[in-house]
């Protein structure tokens, strides 16, 4: 399969680069490499559209100071195994959570330890949105409570949250690499109880949750906020990120227009994960 290569450069590169991959993401680019100057996006070719492109790579609120530059090409397939694995470190979140793949050493120390094969998917724990909700998961209460997973990537926070006791949980996410990523991803760390859905707000029906997760983007959170609230139990917790630090009050006084309380917040480089409770 040929696929659509975009190489970006940018100047300087935060927090510009996360916030182009998150949004190349959203129009079905699959793969990301970063590289000194910027990063390289893939997409295959017959899904990739010139006229989403150049309305993602508008970057409005950058400023005169953001230098950024990007070519496309037409490369044939790749192994894409290969190039994730040569990019994927195990991690540590806070000292409680090891991340790693299937070919690293298991950490014997860890109280939490999640093996992820990201292959085409958002979530490996090394970007500061991933390990903001991870740490705020950590903290939180979940034994025994419903949990929802919303655009799960590869699904450690769905995996992390059954791992703490939460029952049921759900994962979704409207990217079919993401959905079956998940999948491999909850059986590969025994979570095979998980119930992962391909879809988006459109696959909740009757089901409610205690805690409702979203690593999304600014943009989505917005414009689905009020269907997270739905089926958020009374009392229930909604923990959010994906979005810069100056996106916060957007993000906060929405959230407070549909009766949702602020709570707290994490913030890491400029990114930021909020805590919102429903009455």
């Known amino acids: 399969m040929d696929y659509v290569e975009v190489h970006c450069r940018l100047n300087p590169m935060d927090p510009w680069r996360d916030i182009l991959i998150a949004q190349l993401a959203e129009i079905g680019f699959e793969s990301f490499e970063e590289t000194l100057e910027g990063f390289k996006a893939f997409i295959p070719a017959l899904e990739y ?18 230098e950024m530059s990007y070519q496309v090409q037409v490369i044939g397939g790749r192994n894409w195994n290969q190039v994730w694995e040569s990019h994927f470190d195990p991690v540590w979140i806070t000292d409680r959570l090891f991340v790693r793949a299937p ?8 109280e939490f330890e999640i093996i992820i ?13 991933t390990s903001l909700m991870v740490e705020w998961l950590l903290e939180t209460k979940l034994k025994g409570k419903s949990l929802l997973d919303m655009g799960c990537g590869t699904g450690i926070l769905a995996i992390l949250g059954a791992k703490k006791g939460a029952a049921p949980v759900m994962a979704i996410d409207n990217n079919i690499y993401a959905y079956e990523n998940t999948l491999e991803n909850a059986e590969r760390n025994g979570m095979s109880m ?45 923990i959010l990120s994906g979005f810069l630090e100056m996106d916060k009050g957007d993000i906060v ?13 994490k913030r890491k480089k400029d990114w930021i994960a909020v805590k919102l409770v429903k009455d």
């Open 194 to 238: 998980i119930d992962v859905q391909h879809g988006d707000t459109g696959v909740l029906w009757d089901d409610t949750f205690d805690v409702i997760l979203a690593n999304i983007t600014k943009n989505i959170l917005l414009e689905d906020m009020g269907k997270y609230l739905a089926v958020l139990n009374p009392k229930g917790v909604m």
């Open 253 to 265: 006084a929405h959230a407070a227009s549909l009766g949702l309380h602020f709570t707290g917040e």
């Open 49 to 66: 559209r010139e006229d989403l492109l150049g309305g993602t790579m508008e970057l409005p609120g950058a400023g005169p100071e953001l």
């Open 117 to 129: 094969e990201p292959k085409m998917s958002f979530g490996t724990g090394h970007h500061e949105t």
């Open 103 to 110: 070919f690293h050493k298991p950490a014997r120390d860890a």
